[in-house]
């Protein structure tokens, strides 16, 4: 289940093409972004690529969950109590703590707590210079 906290608005600085939001408890991707307005489609429930706009205040971030980093690939070693991204090969692609912190291949934390995915996107993207993919479909909230 894809879960909010309306702890924030999401500023459309910290967006990019392709994010996944939320929009009136719906699950929106960005794709466009100008100096007022966010537009986003709704490719995941219906294919559908018409574009709605929405202003900045309308934009609440998808809170990250265990069950969501599961859907983006990650797979949780109870031994070593880390999350790990392995899409290729035997190399992982990205670490986390349990408290969803990027850590570094000694599981020191290299940037601090990620709350959102959006932000989980965002620092793939520039760690890795492609976009995070997503294993099954993601649900939108009931």
Aim: a neutral charge; charged letters at 25%.
């Amino acid at each position: 289940m894809i879960e909010s906290k309306t702890y924030y608005m999401i500023s459309r600085y910290e967006l990019r093409l392709g994010n996944r939001i939320l929009v009136n408890d719906k699950l929106q991707q960005v794709s466009g972004i100008t100096a007022t307005k966010i537009f986003t489609i709704d490719a995941e429930e219906n294919n559908e690529l018409t574009a709605s706009e929405y202003a900045q205040e309308k934009l609440e971030p998808v809170a990250l969950t265990d069950e969501l980093l599961k859907e983006c690939g990650f797979v949780f070693h109870d031994y070593f109590k880390f999350w790990q991204l392995v899409t290729t090969g035997i190399r992982s692609e990205m670490d986390l703590s349990p408290d969803y912190e990027v850590i570094d291949f000694m599981r020191k934390p290299i940037l601090k707590k990620l709350t959102s995915l959006h932000q989980l996107q965002n620092i793939y993207f520039m760690l890795k210079g492609r976009e995070l993919k997503f294993i099954k479909r993601m649900l939108p909230i009931v």
